[in-house]
């Protein structure tokens, strides 16, 4: 029997295997930096299966129609971390019953309704990308978003460290999948933040300073920190200076 060029299409499609597509553009990538520049820094946005060891993963997988944020993270110790997220469904604290029963979370408080959903302030064991993290010196880019088991994960390193989180990714998940990839450089990225200011920043998010309602004044976030209130305020003024100045740069990623 003759086969038609669309049987054909059909079958070459069918016989090429799942990793195709990924190496396709990772071969892609090699190619296109052959030379690689100093600062030259790599954007990608992966969509991964969360593992069932990690609350986020069962629980999503367990309400499909739930939506997650991580807007945050905060050391609590070298083990342990506490976060921020937004999850959809009311009436305000509806979840936070059932995430407090997973093995990897520590503890869980209801801070208030936003939207169609509540914010949560969840301390959880570090799960071992952070430990990468870590070791890469990497910050994490918020927010992250978590549905139906799946998490958008956004990748914003140097190529060196890319091809680590590359490997982690697929030991984690084999049918991870690549939603876009680009390059950008660094300077063009990211705001040239201090390791001090990206502290005062994740400390002052996680107390709830930049949310609208403000959860907690300058007073009592100085208080909290140890430091005094005209100190805190003028970091967080130079921090949003250069939020400020990198949204607005020609050619910044966040414009």
């Known amino acids: 029997m003759t086969s038609t060029p669309g049987k054909r299409l059909l079958a070459r499609g069918r016989s090429r295997g799942p990793d195709d597509g990924i190496e396709a553009r990772l071969k892609e ?6 030379e690689p520049t100093p600062d030259r820094l790599f954007l990608a946005t992966l969509r991964i299966r969360i593992p069932k060891n990690l609350w986020t993963g069962p ?21 342990l971390s506490v976060s921020d997220y937004w999850i959809s469904g009311s009436p305000p ?24 959903g509540c914010l949560y302030r969840i301390t959880y064991k570090n799960p071992p990308i952070i430990y990468l993290y870590r070791r890469l010196r990497l910050p994490l880019q918020f927010p992250l978003r978590v549905q139906a088991g799946f998490i958008a994960w956004e ?8 091809d680590e989180i590359i490997e982690h990714t697929r030991a984690v998940d084999p049918d ?35 949310a609208v ?13 140890n430091r005094s209130k005209s100190g805190v305020s003028e970091s967080i003024a130079l921090i949003e200076k250069k939020l400020f100045e990198t949204a607005l740069r ?5 414009a």
């Open 213 to 225: 309602p403000r959860g907690i004044t300058l007073t009592a976030l100085a208080r909290k920190l």
């Open 176 to 210: 991870f999948s690549i939603v876009s990839i680009r390059r950008r450089p660094l300077r063009a990225h990211l705001p040239l933040l201090t390791e001090a200011q990206h502290l005062l920043l994740n400390q002052a998010m996680a107390a709830g300073y930049f």
């Open 93 to 116: 604290g509806v979840w936070a019953t059932e995430v407090s029963t997973y093995p990897d979370v520590v503890h869980v408080d209801s801070l208030a309704e936003v939207g169609d």
């Open 155 to 162: 990748i914003v390193a140097r190529r060196s460290q890319f």
């Open 250 to 254: 020609p050619g910044s990623a966040l």
């Open 59 to 79: 629980f999503s997988s367990g309400h499909p129609n739930v939506r997650l944020e991580v807007l945050n993270r905060v050391d609590v110790n070298p083990g």
């Open 29 to 34: 990538l090699r190619k296109s930096t052959e």
